[in-house]
């Protein structure tokens, strides 16, 4: 299948003659980027931060945004990151907010210290169940789901507010049908736009906007891309939160790390399908970086989205 698809790939370009590539380069129009980063938790970790930003914002990012730890584990480390990141970038930062294990009002003031520091874009998740549980349980003075907090953040005026998609369907949805609708609700309650988990083919996102679409979503829907840095970590993460893996591309990893040759085939497979994204209209893509820039970069420039600025310059 990978084979194939590759094979798809060339053929494109022998066919084309020299004018239709002049067309489509001339009709290609950059898709607008932003790139998740994680708060470092050790020194090492703050240098890999700082080499993210750095390689990452000359690419002119809409935003960077700001994980928050499981269970709020790194509730002052994504402030300070938020807020490093803000001030030696110059470009808008989002900052992640969940839920889990706080009180509503030790919720809201997390957010009213973010718009502190200039950072009034939020992710605003439910997040996952603490220590492993099935299910998802309140803090006793705390919001109930996604929708509570994405309305009580609304309600402030403050903030833009960004929300997870699920193209594969979260695993505590019972079907496409409630996961969608359960999006729904959420911009009913405020949300601006969503950012989607990654996924693996194109296909999966398109029908999950079209079905969006279809169930009277029209807010935009950007999907989340994966560029996967390590192939057997990647694995275990898309078990966890449900995002389906394909045989072929399961085969391909496992060829190529065979072969030596992982990094090749993650860029040649995010890139193609951004492209493919971005060939049916879709014009944002957000990237999980894991603080690991080099992938992102690379299938950044291989989409036409090349450096305008040097960090130093919007310091
Ligand atoms: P929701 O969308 O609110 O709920 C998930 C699903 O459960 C829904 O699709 C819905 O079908 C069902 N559901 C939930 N509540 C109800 C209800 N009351 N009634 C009916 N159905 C319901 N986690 C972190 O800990 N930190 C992060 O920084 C972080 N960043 C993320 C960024 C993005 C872009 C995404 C997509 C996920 C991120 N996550 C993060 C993971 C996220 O916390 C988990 O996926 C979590 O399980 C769901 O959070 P949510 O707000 O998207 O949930």
Redesign the pocket.
Known sequence: MFKMKVMNLSHKASCATRDEMKIRMYVMTNPAVSF?VFPPKSVDASFRLWETAQALAPLSPRFFSV????GGSTRDLTHDSAHVLRRSSGLPVAA?L?C?GASKSDTMDVAVNFAKIGVTDI??????PENGADR?VPHKDGF????DLIEALADTGKFTIR????PDT?P??TDQK??IE??KR?FDAGADEA???FFFEAETFLRFRDACVAAGIDKPITP?ILPVTNWTSARKFADR?GAAVPAWVDEAFTTALRDDRHDLLATALCTELCSDLTDEGVDAL?FYTLNRPELTRNVCRALGVTPQAALSDVA
């Open positions: 998740e994980t928050y730890g499981a992640h969940t889990v992710v605003a998740l439910r997040g996952d998802f109930e789901n996604s929708c929300v997870g998609a699920y979260h505590e949805a409630a996961n359960w999006l959420k950012i989607s988990q989340g939160c957000h």
